[in-house]
Every structure is written in structure tokens, then in C-alpha cells.
């Protein structure tokens, strides 16, 4: 049989030979062993220059376009013959070095990839409507609008500044071909606080206030820290922030570049899931030792110096975003250097919940005295409890990254990122600064007149960005 396959070869090489002309007689060629693989060296026999035949490159057989190697099964041509994609920079690696041994930059994604990112961002400052601590002559009480009266910390300090952070992302594509993959990552940035804290001096100087609107007469009205002859005391304005998330993706070559491609760009496509959450808090709380003068009350009722009294007020929000994301990365690479850019779109539920608290505390040591009674300033009767709510909601996120190639398995870049949420609650926008003085137990006016409606602004809704400079390692196989 094999001396039949050899003569057979023969007479289609002499007819060959006839039809082209009468061609210089070639031997015939040692049969290759089925032992050689895409990527081997051709044996000398076929009179041409040794080359290297990559893997996932051409298509058809022998006698297909391109008189390539047949490629494997499952995958055809024209004419219906096996082929392979084009080339890319996921696969042969080998072939790659061979044809181009200067290339610096590594050949295409590996299998498998680890980041690890330091982030340096900033978080958009928190809302607010309200003026926290205000001072002025003693005779202007630190009411607002008084030709005197300055603001300490108002709305415009709830900023958080830069805050650090990580990310890690670990992926994977299948298969010598690498078309299909997964990812997951992860990313925290620290909890970052901002606060603000004032005192007075024993005898109650300077003047400290707590301003709000009267919503009885819609009239400045004042919550007294320290006053001299009256009170001395202290007040605390701190909020903090906190962000974490994670997310799980498939992903899908889209295009990828020929070797031989000077610039090489790959796109793919991903879907997957995302969750993250948004936790913050907003805090203020004031203590005064009662000096003497006046005749403050607590819940009604005459309190004597050298009496306590502290109020506190705090609305804590966590936002959970659940939901299904959709996006693109692209990588182009030149020489040692890589610009990636992915842009990702999240959509689905954010799963919110306000709690907010108040209460005043009044400590008598001389009449050994001590009460508590519900309600600070902005969080009183009227609002506080906990508040659940469900929101559509889409987050988007964009990054694009500059890298170096020092080896074909460690990139460092560095980047710019930006995410974003459109529906999300915020501390310093869930209450109102008009207060009505009959629910406040350290008002002159507790539990007398009627209770003016005021709107309840527990669930108002905002939005939150963070964005920055990232700093990135990659590693890869």
C-alpha cells in the first residue's frame, strides 16, 4: 500500500510537471510523520526556505486558499474547508518570536492575568442644605442673618478629599484559541472622614450655636452651645464614607490584530454582574455645662447649673447596587507600550436604607438627676426611624491606562478612572433644616402649641462620582 501511495504521488507530480511546461524534475517529498505538529519545521525535501508555520493561521488543507495547514474541525472556510480565525496576539506565541525576535512586547494574552491596582481617587463631598455651627456677638445669639453672625462649618466643608483604595482582577481565557474568558474583581477604598470640632472657653467664649429655621414662623432659631454667663460647651460635625464593590464577567474576543501588525488592537466584549456599596454617615452632637444665668429647660422642666445637657443627631444611609453590566475593553499595543481603554454599563436596583436617630441627655450631679428624652435638632419625632426604599438605577465607569511592557508576563501602567451613581441617599440630604421647636426637648416651647407638617426628606434622591488616578500591576501566564 505504501509503494502505491509513493507512485501515485509521483504520477501527480509528473503531470504537474507536464502542464506547467516541462518543470525541472522534484523528487518527491519525504511523507511527514504524523507525529509533526502546527508550528514545526518543513523537512528540507520541499526545496523552499524553512519557516514556521503558526497554529490558528490560514485556511483550508494543502490545497486550500492560502496553502495553508488544515486547521481543526468545527470550524470552515470557503469551500466549506476547516479553518481557523485569523491570527492573533492570543495565540501562537511561538510563531510570534520566530518570525520577529526583536519584539519586545509580549504576544498576546496569556491564559491566565492578575492586576493589583492602588487607587488614589476622590469622592464627590457630601450634600447638605443646613449651616452646622455659627458664632457671633453675644447679643446676636449666633442666629442667622444678624449683622454679626459667621459661619463656622456649613455645607460647603463636607468635602472627603483624596481617599486610597485597591482593586483586584483576576481573568482567565479558554483554550489555545482564546476567544472566551472570565473575570472577577473586587475594589475597596478606605473609609474616609471629615470633621469638625469647636469649643468655648470656661466662661463660654466665643459664642457656639446650632442654627435652624422656626417652622412655626419660618424665623431664624437657634440651639445654644455655649454663651458667656449661660453655657460653655462644645460641638462635633464629622461624616464619613465608604465604598466597596465587586463584579463577575464573561468575556468575548471581538477582534483581535495580524502579528504582523505594527500596532496590534484587540476589543472585547463583556456581560456580567456588578455590586457595590455606598455607605456613609453624617453625625452632630453638642454638650453645654449650664453656668448659671437663664433659665434653660429640659423637657419642660428647669435645669440648674452645673447640669449637662448633650444633643445628638445622626442619619446613617447604606446604598447595595445590584445588577446586570454590559461593556468593552480595548488594548492597543505598540512596541513596549500598551493604551487600554474599557467603558462598562451597569444597570438594575439600588437597595437603600436610612436610619436616623436623635436624642438629648440631660446629667444634674447635684440633684443626681439623669434623662433622656427622644429627638436631637434635625433628627427628631418627625422623622426619625428607618427608612427602606428600592430605585432604579444605572452606574457607569470608565478607565483608560498607559502601560510599559518590562517582560512578556509584567506590565505597570497608570490610569485615569471614573465611576458614577445616579440614584443613591446621601445623609446630608435626607432632612430639612426648618424644625419645629415643640418636638425639640431642650426648647423653651416643648410639647406647647401644634405641630407644623413638614415635608419629610428621608428618601430624596442624588447622586455620588469618584474618580482618579489608578496605578496598576499586571501579571500574566
Not at 470550524?75 to 466549506?80: H, K
Not at 436616623?356 to 434623662?371: E, F, K, M, N, W
Given at each position: 500500500?505504501?509503494?502505491?501511495?509513493?507512485?501515485?504521488?509521483?504520477?501527480?507530480?509528473?503531470?504537474?510537471?507536464?502542464?506547467?511546461?516541462?518543470?525541472?524534475?522534484?523528487?518527491?517529498?519525504?511523507?511527514?510523520?504524523?507525529?509533526?505538529?502546527?508550528?514545526?519545521?518543513?523537512?528540507?525535501?520541499?526545496?523552499?526556505?524553512?519557516?514556521?508555520?503558526?497554529?490558528?493561521?490560514?485556511?483550508?488543507?494543502?490545497?486550500?486558499?492560502?496553502?495553508?495547514?488544515?486547521?481543526?474541525?468545527?470550524?470552515?472556510?470557503?469551500?466549506?474547508?476547516?479553518?481557523?480565525?485569523?491570527?492573533?496576539?492570543?495565540?501562537?506565541?511561538?510563531?510570534?518570536?520566530?518570525?520577529?525576535?526583536?519584539?519586545?512586547?509580549?504576544?498576546?494574552?496569556?491564559?491566565?492575568?492578575?492586576?493589583?491596582?492602588?487607587?488614589?481617587?476622590?469622592?464627590?463631598?457630601?450634600?447638605?442644605?443646613?449651616?452646622y455651627v455659627t458664632t457671633s456677638a453675644p447679643s446676636d445669639r449666633g442666629l442667622a442673618g444678624r449683622s454679626t453672625t459667621a459661619l463656622l462649618y456649613s455645607n460647603t466643608d463636607l468635602g472627603y478629599g483624596l481617599s486610597s483604595g485597591f482593586r483586584v482582577t483576576g481573568g482567565w481565557f479558554k483554550g489555545e484559541d482564546r476567544r472566551y474568558g472570565y473575570e472577577i474583581s473586587g475594589f475597596s477604598l478606605e473609609q474616609k472622614?471629615?470633621?469638625?470640632?469647636?469649643?468655648?472657653?470656661?466662661?463660654?467664649?466665643?459664642?457656639?450655636?446650632?442654627?435652624?429655621?422656626?417652622?412655626?414662623?419660618?424665623?431664624?432659631?437657634?440651639?445654644?452651645?455655649?454663651?458667656?454667663?449661660?453655657?460653655?460647651?462644645?460641638?462635633?460635625?464629622?461624616?464619613?464614607?465608604?465604598?466597596?464593590?465587586?463584579?463577575?464577567?464573561?468575556?468575548?474576543?471581538?477582534?483581535?490584530?495580524?502579528?504582523?501588525?505594527?500596532?496590534?488592537?484587540?476589543?472585547?466584549?463583556?456581560?456580567?454582574?456588578?455590586?457595590?456599596?455606598?455607605?456613609?454617615?453624617?453625625?452632630?452632637?453638642?454638650?453645654?455645662?449650664?453656668?448659671?444665668?437663664?433659665?434653660?429647660?429640659?423637657?419642660?422642666?428647669?435645669?440648674?447649673?452645673?447640669?449637662?445637657?448633650?444633643?445628638?443627631?445622626?442619619?446613617?444611609?447604606?446604598?447595595?447596587?445590584?445588577?446586570?453590566?454590559?461593556?468593552?475593553?480595548?488594548?492597543?499595543?505598540?512596541?513596549?507600550?500598551?493604551?487600554?481603554?474599557?467603558?462598562?454599563?451597569?444597570?438594575?436596583?439600588?437597595?437603600?436604607?436610612?436610619?436616623?436617630?436623635?436624642?438629648?441627655?440631660?446629667?444634674?450631679?447635684?440633684?443626681?438627676?439623669?434623662?433622656?428624652?427622644?429627638?436631637?435638632?434635625?433628627?427628631?419625632?418627625?422623622?426619625?426611624?428607618?427608612?427602606?426604599?428600592?430605585?432604579?438605577?444605572?452606574?457607569?465607569?470608565?478607565?483608560?491606562?498607559?502601560?510599559?511592557?518590562?517582560?512578556?508576563?509584567?506590565?505597570?501602567?497608570?490610569?485615569y478612572n471614573f465611576l458614577y451613581a445616579n440614584r443613591v441617599l446621601r445623609p446630608g440630604n435626607s432632612f430639612s433644616d426648618r424644625v419645629n421647636p415643640a418636638v425639640l426637648p431642650t426648647s423653651q416651647n416643648f410639647g406647647t402649641g401644634s405641630v407644623v407638617p413638614i415635608v419629610n426628606r428621608a428618601l430624596t434622591q442624588d447622586e455620588l462620582f469618584a474618580q482618579g488616578v489608578t496605578f496598576s500591576l499586571l501579571m500574566k501566564?
Amino acid at each position: 500500500m505504501i509503494k502505491g501511495f509513493f507512485g501515485t504521488i509521483a504520477a501527480l507530480a509528473a503531470g504537474a510537471g507536464i502542464a506547467a511546461g516541462q518543470s525541472p524534475y522534484v523528487p518527491p517529498p519525504t511523507p511527514i510523520s504524523p507525529a509533526m505538529n502546527y508550528g514545526e519545521v518543513q523537512p528540507a525535501e520541499f526545496n523552499v526556505p524553512q519557516q514556521v508555520i503558526p497554529p490558528q493561521f490560514g485556511q483550508g488543507g494543502p490545497g486550500g486558499p492560502g496553502g495553508m495547514m488544515e486547521g481543526p474541525p468545527g470550524l470552515t472556510g470557503p469551500n466549506g474547508m476547516p479553518s481557523y480565525p485569523p491570527p492573533g496576539q492570543y495565540g501562537a506565541q511561538s510563531y510570534e518570536s520566530a518570525i520577529n525576535p526583536n519584539r519586545a512586547s509580549p504576544t498576546g494574552i496569556s491564559h491566565y492575568y492578575l492586576t493589583f491596582d492602588y487607587l488614589l481617587w476622590s469622592v464627590s463631598a457630601q450634600p447638605s442644605n443646613v449651616p452646622y455651627v455659627t458664632t457671633s456677638a453675644p447679643s446676636d445669639r449666633g442666629l442667622a442673618g444678624r449683622s454679626t453672625t459667621a459661619l463656622l462649618y456649613s455645607n460647603t466643608d463636607l468635602g472627603y478629599g483624596l481617599s486610597s483604595g485597591f482593586r483586584v482582577t483576576g481573568g482567565w481565557f479558554k483554550g489555545e484559541d482564546r476567544r472566551y474568558g472570565y473575570e472577577i474583581s473586587g475594589f475597596s477604598l478606605e473609609q474616609k472622614s471629615n470633621s469638625y470640632f469647636a469649643q468655648s472657653a470656661n466662661n463660654g467664649v466665643p459664642v457656639l450655636a446650632r442654627p435652624f429655621i422656626d417652622a412655626t414662623n419660618n424665623t431664624p432659631a437657634v440651639l445654644t452651645i455655649s454663651q458667656p454667663n449661660l453655657a460653655n460647651g462644645n460641638v462635633l460635625v464629622s461624616t464619613s464614607n465608604r465604598i466597596f464593590g465587586a463584579e463577575v464577567s464573561g468575556l468575548v474576543n471581538m477582534y483581535r490584530g495580524c502579528p504582523s501588525d505594527g500596532a496590534r488592537f484587540t476589543a472585547h466584549g463583556l456581560l456580567g454582574f456588578r455590586f457595590m456599596e455606598i455607605d456613609e454617615k453624617l453625625e452632630i452632637s453638642s454638650a453645654s455645662t449650664l453656668l448659671g444665668g437663664g433659665a434653660p429647660l429640659f423637657n419642660g422642666l428647669p435645669v440648674f447649673a452645673p447640669g449637662t445637657i448633650t444633643v445628638q443627631d445622626g442619619f446613617h444611609a447604606v446604598n447595595r447596587f445590584y445588577g446586570g453590566q454590559v461593556g468593552i475593553q480595548t488594548e492597543l499595543r505598540y512596541s513596549r507600550y500598551t493604551f487600554g481603554f474599557t467603558g462598562k454599563l451597569a444597570a438594575g436596583v439600588m437597595n437603600q436604607t436610612l436610619d436616623i436617630t436623635g436624642q438629648s441627655a440631660l446629667l444634674d450631679p447635684t440633684r443626681g438627676l439623669a434623662q433622656v428624652a427622644l429627638g436631637g435638632v434635625y433628627a427628631n419625632s418627625m422623622n426619625i426611624g428607618r427608612y427602606r426604599n428600592d430605585e432604579f438605577a444605572v452606574v457607569p465607569e470608565f478607565s483608560g491606562t498607559f502601560g510599559y511592557n518590562w517582560t512578556s508576563w509584567l506590565t505597570t501602567s497608570v490610569g485615569y478612572n471614573f465611576l458614577y451613581a445616579n440614584r443613591v441617599l446621601r445623609p446630608g440630604n435626607s432632612f430639612s433644616d426648618r424644625v419645629n421647636p415643640a418636638v425639640l426637648p431642650t426648647s423653651q416651647n416643648f410639647g406647647t402649641g401644634s405641630v407644623v407638617p413638614i415635608v419629610n426628606r428621608a428618601l430624596t434622591q442624588d447622586e455620588l462620582f469618584a474618580q482618579g488616578v489608578t496605578f496598576s500591576l499586571l501579571m500574566k501566564y
